[in-house]
């Protein structure tokens, strides 16, 4: 299976453009005429890689943005999905606290990065908290839009037959929301990748966002170059093995979904 994964006609065609971009950026660099900390060559790079993995600190760094990534994401996506069963069941709810989320979703998560590095320094703390803010967000207006388009004849059917609300909502909001609940959270954790790396530069000792930042504060390009190669890879697995077979249950499960990319 894993075999015929890397052998298909898609991942060919991908090791084929990678190819052709490696070789047109050897090509470039005596066109180009600048230095190494400028435009570092492909055989930099490849040597500051060997360098980082053989050190252990790029597996290192991987997995400590890895760790923070997962965190963040759950914290949000719980929190956003508890408040928004709440305000999409309850009308007081939603008239009480719409505003609200309105007034902060309005201020994005880069304003408040520095307002929590004064509250708790440097640390996990402001990236966990930053990470959860970003994918609460599409995560909570989601769920609410899911559970508001639940018929209602559903819900009062469920009712009569003397559901209590903890069952009506398992077995009933759930399940009619949850393509929608995918859908924010898809959306949220693909900004919330981008923001780990952003919140890893100013708050984090370790991570491939402090290696992209420390690579260039440095001097040391290659470092920064193999940074962001990482980063793209990173996000290239977590959708292959973590967002799309969540995609893949929720619709051997429900049928409720379509899978990223179908059709194409």
């Known amino acids: ?19 052709g971009v490696l070789l047109l950026w050897q090509i470039s660099v005596p ?7 400028f435009y570092p060559t492909p055989a930099s790079v490849a040597l500051a890689f060997v360098h980082l993995v053989k050190a252990g600190i790029l597996p ?11 965190a963040g994401v759950a914290l949000g996506s719980v929190a956003a999905v508890m408040l928004g069963l709440l305000i999409g069941l309850s009308r007081r709810a939603s008239k009480l606290l719409a505003p609200i989320i309105n007034f902060f979703f309005a201020i994005v998560e880069v304003a408040w990065i520095p307002l929590f590095v004064i509250w708790w320094g440097y640390g996990l703390k402001v990236i966990l908290v930053s990470l959860a803010y970003i994918v609460f967000f599409p995560v909570l207006y989601n769920t609410i839009t899911g559970v508001r388009s639940i018929p209602p ?14 069952q009506l ?11 929608s609940i995918i859908t924010g959270f898809r959306l949220g ?36 170059v193999v ?12 959708e292959r093995l973590y967002l799309q077979p969540i995609e893949t249950m929720t619709i051997d499960r429900w ?10």
């Open 1 to 19: 299976m894993t075999g015929s994964l890397f052998l298909s006609p898609k991942a060919l065609r991908g090791a084929a453009g990678l190819a």
């Open 31 to 37: 066109l180009v005429g600048l230095s190494e900390f």
């Open 60 to 70: 290192a760094y991987i997995g400590d943005s890895l760790a923070r990534y997962g």
């Open 153 to 166: 004849v559903m819900i009062n059917a469920a009712r009569s037959l003397g559901a209590t609300r903890l």
């Open 169 to 179: 909502i398992r077995d009933v909001v759930l399940p009619g929301a949850l393509a």
């Open 189 to 224: 954790a693909g900004s919330a990748f981008r923001g780990l790396i952003f919140a890893e530069m100013i708050a984090a000792k370790s991570g491939v966002g402090y290696l992209i930042f420390e690579g260039t504060s440095t001097q040391q390009t290659a470092r920064t």
């Open 227 to 238: 940074g962001m190669i990482t980063m793209g890879v990173m996000w290239l697995f977590l």
């Open 255 to 264: 049928g409720l979904t379509t899978r990223a990319g179908e059709g194409e």
